[in-house]
């Protein structure tokens, strides 16, 4: 089962280079000086290289040999102005606006990342998830064959046998109202993602009803979401609609669908809507003792990922080695 050292070995393997949006933030430059202690990943830091060495030195955090890039000095500006317009073009953007633009790190971060000076990026320690999720979006864009970004939660606690247990939950952070279709791409992505993290994916389409024991138009859409799903994905286990208790529970699931292979031993979830998300890993992050990783976001040509604003270093220093792993 799951654990950071599997990924560490990986990135080991094949070291990558993770841009840092806010380069001068305290809580970024100790998570940066750490992964650097460990050379398994290299961070890149945006922003202006006296102030980010004036708040290392200040919170006595070593970063030499990160690599600082200054978007105001950036000697591939031109390049990636003319690159920016290009794929803005359909805006009409110019270069002046596109120049400007520019100088936001977290446009500038992500272009680092398209013009393949990073591997990926992680942001948002001080501004919005909408601020990390919308250069992603008009920049590296969705992979082909989907037509949403999503995002999953993978919640890890230790079991009294001593391996972790694992579990995936989507879509806990993007997606207000996802459509039937939407839901199916949001399992799909989840289940690939469960995956990486040592997690044989048996996916549970959740509602207040199991299997036609109750009726309402979202009971009809996460039943017809899971039938979809388990077309497009037939190599997954999938069962759909379950009451959470019948996706957990084998002696529930046993009295509501008994000999069903996913009812009972579910660890993949995806929610109806972000309300139901939000709410079910935050549940088990702060009523079952599991640590939450995420928002892991999903659907992207390449690994972008969004912090907490109320994150502290060692949750950065463990969402780059997740972000880094996913490249």
């Known amino acids: 089962m799951f ?15 993770i841009v840092f949006t806010e380069g001068n933030d305290p809580r970024i430059l100790e998570a940066a000086s750490r992964l650097l202690a460990g050379t398994f990943l290299h961070p890149i830091l945006v922003g202006n290289e006296e102030e980010i060495f004036a708040v290392a030195e ?11 890039i200054d978007p105001a000095n950036f000697e591939r500006m031109d390049e990636m102005v003319e690159m920016f317009c290009e794929l803005r073009k359909s805006k009409g953007v110019t270069p002046e ?46 992979k082909p064959g989907n037509s949403i970004v999503s995002s999953c939660f993978i919640l ?5 046998t001593g391996e972790n247990e694992v579990l995936a939950m989507g879509d806990c952070a993007i997606n207000i109202h996802p459509t039937e279709d939407e839901l199916v791409e949001i399992a799909g992505e989840t289940a690939e993602c469960a995956r990486i993290f040592g997690i044989d994916p048996k996916v ?8 036609g024991s109750g009726k309402g138009e979202d ?32 002696r ?5 669908c008994p000999g069903n292979e996913v009812a009972g031993y579910a660890n993949t979830f995806v929610f109806p809507d972000i309300n139901a998300g939000n709410i079910g890993y935050k549940i088990a992050q702060r009523l079952g003792n599991f640590e939450a990783y995420g928002p892991i976001l999903l659907g992207l040509n390449a690994p972008i990922n969004d912090l907490s604003r109320g994150c502290n270093a060692a949750e950065v220093y463990s969402m780059a080695i997740i972000t880094a792993a996913l490249a």
């Not at 654990?3 to 280079?17: A, E, R, S, T, Y």
């Not at 200040?58 to 600082?68: D, K, L, T, W, Y």
């Not at 549970?204 to 299997?211: R, V, W």
């Not at 529930?252 to 509501?256: E, L, N, P, S």
């Open 58 to 68: 200040e919170c006595a955090f070593n970063i030499r040999g990160a690599e600082i």
């Open 97 to 142: 606006e596109a120049r400007k633009t520019l100088l936001q790190a977290n446009y500038f971060g992500t272009m680092l990342v398209k013009m393949g000076i990073a591997d990926s990026l992680l942001g948002g320690a001080t501004y919005s998830t909408a601020d990390t999720v919308r250069p992603a979006l008009q920049l590296i864009k969705t």
């Open 156 to 160: 890890v606690r230790p079991s009294a």
């Open 204 to 211: 549970a389409f959740l509602s207040y009803s199991t299997l």
């Open 3 to 17: 654990g950071f050292g599997q990924l560490i070995d990986v990135l080991k393997k094949n070291p990558k280079k």
């Open 219 to 250: 009971v009809d859409k996460m039943r017809n979401a899971a039938s979809k799903a388990k077309e497009k994905y037939p190599n997954v286990a999938i069962e759909g609609e379950l009451q959470f208790d019948a996706a957990v529970s084998p």
């Open 252 to 256: 529930v699931a046993r009295t509501k």
